[in-house]
């Protein structure tokens, strides 16, 4: 492998080897059919996605799967993040605070949150203040860019794409491709609002994976190329939660 850490000749090599290890998912179907959590699990460790469940495990709640799922995001995000150019860091890095967002955004809302959010690092403080006070708790965390969005009722989401869009350095043609796969990521988001109940997720996600790798194909040495490869984690990581989370909320299903 060529390059030198934080450039994207280091990164490139490093983020194709790992998709050319898990391309189809070897095992997938079989990994689908197992009844319990350890057995899902097993299979999943015989799998190129075993780096992300070393730290699961079979004993665990949904809740606290879905934790450590969320920080093995986190993880994925800034080693992704340090092969990049110092310049393009920062706007990585801020990649790894999206699943945070549908809980900030019942939070904006007046809704309940999730029950996680009152143990979390980050959030704990924020949940527990008034509605009057959250804005100015959250100022005091790394997610402070979204504290007006929360204190004013407004889209969380928006508000983490408007200051992500900040974080971009200088760099056209960096910013056509970033902004292809926004557009892409607003399709396939309404298009799981909008998909028949008969359809599932993983077939509704497949254009999005699709448009995800040819993306990464087309934009080499590009922090294009790193999102989008950030982007099939995600969906590999969403495939886990989901599967994980629905073994250890259920009995095993009668063979």
Excluded: C
Excluded at 163 to 190: K, Q
Excluded at 210 to 228: C, G
């Amino acid at each position: 492998m060529t390059g030198v850490r934080g450039s994207f000749g280091y990164a490139q090599p490093r983020m194709q080897a790992r998709l050319g290890r898990q391309a189809g998912v070897p095992g997938l179907p079989q990994m689908r059919e197992a009844r319990t959590l350890t057995a899902y699990l097993q299979q999943v460790r015989n799998s190129p996605w075993s780096r992300h469940v070393a730290r699961l495990a079979p004993e665990m709640e949904a809740h606290d799967l879905e934790r450590r799922l969320r920080e093995e995001w986190r993880t994925a995000v800034e080693e992704v993040a340090r092969w990049q150019p110092r310049e393009w860091q920062a706007a990585l890095h801020w990649l790894g605070w999206l699943p945070w967002l549908p809980a900030l955004q019942k939070l904006a809302r007046g809704g309940r949150t999730p029950a996680w959010t009152r143990e979390d690092e980050v959030l704990a403080r924020v949940v527990a203040a008034t509605p009057e006070t959250r804005a100015e708790r959250l100022e005091a965390t790394p997610l402070y860019p979204l504290r007006h969005a929360v204190a004013g009722h407004g889209d969380v989401a928006a508000a983490w794409l408007a200051h992500w869009r900040r974080l971009w350095p200088p760099d056209a043609v960096a910013h056509a491709g970033l902004e292809a796969l926004i557009a892409a990521t607003h399709g396939a988001v309404r298009q799981l609002a909008s998909d028949d109940a008969t359809r599932t997720t993983d077939l509704a996600l497949r254009p999005y994976e699709h448009a995800l790798r040819r993306s990464f194909r087309r934009h080499p040495l590009s922090v294009t190329a790193a999102v989008a490869y950030l982007g099939l984690v995600a969906l590999d990581l969403l495939e886990l939660r989901g599967a994980a989370s629905v073994r250890a909320a259920l009995p095993a299903i009668p063979a």
